[in-house]
């Protein structure tokens, strides 16, 4: 039996992967604060703000296996990260203790890494060095399922999602660009791996410029079929201009390593 709950299932990512992700587990229990469409065959639909933790516990009870990808998707004030990212997370890890959960996918992000410069090349055991409260979030949602699997024994995949969107926007995402696709591979191979223990891969396709090493996942099985190559050609990529001093350009984690203080 694979009963899975998808935090974040109203979003961008949680919609594809509730699509993407149909009638392959026993259960898809979809939660999230925002508006999600009724349940189909095979789902559950729990309405639950990540910072309410008798809600989480509604809603882990009975899953063995959470894709915690809901919370605060971009830097925002230290009040809503605390709420959704940090107590969420805390939340989420707490609920899967008390019901004896198996595995996490925590949804973690590249601005976790993001002051790493981009000439860098970076694997599992880079030092964190987020590039805003947003990635410092992160950074803790990471530290914490270290915590938890050491502890209590609970598994995390943390996933270092690059950009996951349709194509690549700009130059930089020629490096970060994650396609659904092999998104939704990635997400597969966590939750059918016998065993993933604590672990860290970097959510990219199979790009050009590389940043990313992920052979210390090699154990996952899991190989990325997509690649920003397909619109190397694009004008929008093309014509960029860059400025090899520009913090956004000598950064990985480009426009947030690059921006002030969010709440100045
Ligand atoms: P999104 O912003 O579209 O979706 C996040 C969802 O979380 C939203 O539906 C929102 O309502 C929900 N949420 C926020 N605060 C909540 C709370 N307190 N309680 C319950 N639900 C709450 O973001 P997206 O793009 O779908 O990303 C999903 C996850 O992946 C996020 O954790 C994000 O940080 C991470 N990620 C996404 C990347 C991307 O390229 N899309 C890149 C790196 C990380
Ligand atoms: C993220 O962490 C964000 O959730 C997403 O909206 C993008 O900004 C992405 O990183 C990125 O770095 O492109």
């Known amino acids: 039996m694979t009963r899975v709950l998808l935090t974040g ?10 699509q993407s992700l149909a009638g392959s587990y026993d ?39 959470i894709l915690h990808l809901g919370g605060m998707s971009v830097e925002s004030t230290f009040e809503i990260i605390l709420n959704s990212n940090i107590r969420g997370t805390y ?11 198996r595995r996490v996918l925590f949804a973690s992000s ?10 860098t090349l970076l694997d599992a055991s880079a030092e964190l060095r987020p590039d805003s409260i947003y990635g410092v979030s992160k950074g ?11 502890k209590f024994g609970i598994e ?3 996933v270092r999602i690059g950009s996951c969107f349709e194509m690549p926007m700009n130059r930089r995402m020629m490096s970060t660009w994650l396609s659904s696709r092999d998104f939704t591979s990635l997400v597969k191979s966590v939750v059918a791996a016998d065993r993933v223990g604590f672990a860290v891969v970097y959510g990219a396709s199979d790009n050009e410029p ?14 990325p079929l997509d690649s920003s190559a397909a619109f190397s050609q694009e004008p929008h990529i093309v014509n960029e201009t860059t400025d ?7 950064f990985q984690g480009g426009g947030f390593a690059a921006a002030g203080h969010f709440e100045d």
């Not at 299932?9 to 509730?18: F, I, K, N, P, Q």
């Not at 229990?29 to 809600?55: F, K, N, T, Y």
């Not at 590249?110 to 000439?119: K, Y």
Request: net charge negative; with cysteine.
């Open 9 to 18: 299932a109203g979003g961008e990512l949680g919609r594809v992967l509730r």
């Open 244 to 250: 090899p001093n520009d913090p956004a350009i000598k």
């Open 27 to 65: 259960l898809l229990r979809l939660s999230d604060v925002s508006d999600m469409d009724p349940a189909g065959p095979g789902e559950e639909v729990v309405r639950c703000d990540l910072a309410d933790a008798e809600a989480v516990q509604a809603a882990v009870d009975g899953c063995d296996t």
């Open 140 to 150: 803790f949602g990471e530290i914490l399922a270290r915590y938890y699997f050491d």
């Open 110 to 119: 590249n601005h976790a890494i993001g002051f790493h410069t981009r000439e």
């Open 210 to 223: 590389q940043w990313w090493d992920n052979r210390q996942t090699a154990f996952l099985g899991w190989r």
């Open 91 to 101: 939340n989420v890890y707490e609920a899967a203790r008390k019901t004896r959960a």
């Open 156 to 158: 995390t995949v943390c």
